[in-house]
Structures are given as C-alpha cells and as structure tokens.
C-alpha cells in the first residue's frame, strides 16, 4: 500500500526557517513526482511546490518563490520542503502527495495523500 508520511512541522517566529520531509512506505519513490500542497484554516487545498521523478525539474507556487526549496533523496526515499523567511501566511497544514507528472499542481491530479504535518508561523 502506498503511504507518505510528512513530518518537520512546528513552530516558528516570522522569519524562521523549517524542513518538511516526505518519506514513503510501501513503494519507492523513484517514479513519482512528488508535489506539497498546503491547507489553512477555511481555505481550499493549494499547491506549493512540485519536484519531478528525477529531481530535475521544480516548480513553486508564486506566494513561495525565492523562499522555499523543493529536493528529493531517492536512496532515502524521502522528499524535503525546505522553507525561510517564513511568514504568518504560510500557516497551515503541510501534505505531500504523489503523481506521474508535475502538472498544474492541481490537488486532483496527486494521489496517496499523507497526513499532513502542522506548520505555524508566530511570534
């Protein structure tokens, strides 16, 4: 069965920094791109970022530009989110989630959503 599993959230002051990691069970990672989305508190699901298979193609949500970095560890079978200047914006709860291809970072095209890990931003 196919599972991610997300974890690195917490607390941090405005301007902080924090690493998401996605690590899988179950499958390797290797043929997936791998995309983190984000939801607050009554909002919709959006799109942060997306790494392909190989790792050599990301994209990023304009909000996280410049801001946050997308890699990959395939022989760790885990995905990171690294995150500065973090802001009282970006809080919300973190997933990631897998697909074929990184599209439009549409939450509909990913699959094997995992459970998602809490990030707020707060002094």
């Known amino acids: 069965q196919l599972q991610l599993v997300e974890s690195g959230g917490g607390l941090v002051q405005p301007g902080g920094s924090l690493r998401l990691s996605c690590a899988a069970s179950?499958?390797?990672?290797?043929?997936?791109?791998i995309g983190w989305f984000r939801q607050a508190p009554g909002k919709e699901r959006e799109g942060v970022s997306c790494i392909s298979s190989s790792g050599g193609s990301t994209n990023y949500a304009d909000s996280v530009k410049g801001r946050f970095t997308i890699s990959r560890d395939n022989a760790k079978n885990t995905v990171y989110l690294q995150m500065n200047s973090l802001k009282p914006e970006d809080t919300a709860v973190y997933y990631c989630a897998a697909a074929g291809f990184c599209l439009l970072l549409l939450p509909q095209s990913f699959g094997s959503w995992g459970q998602g890990t809490q990030v707020t931003v707060s002094s």
């Open positions: 179950g499958f390797t990672l290797d043929y997936y791109a």
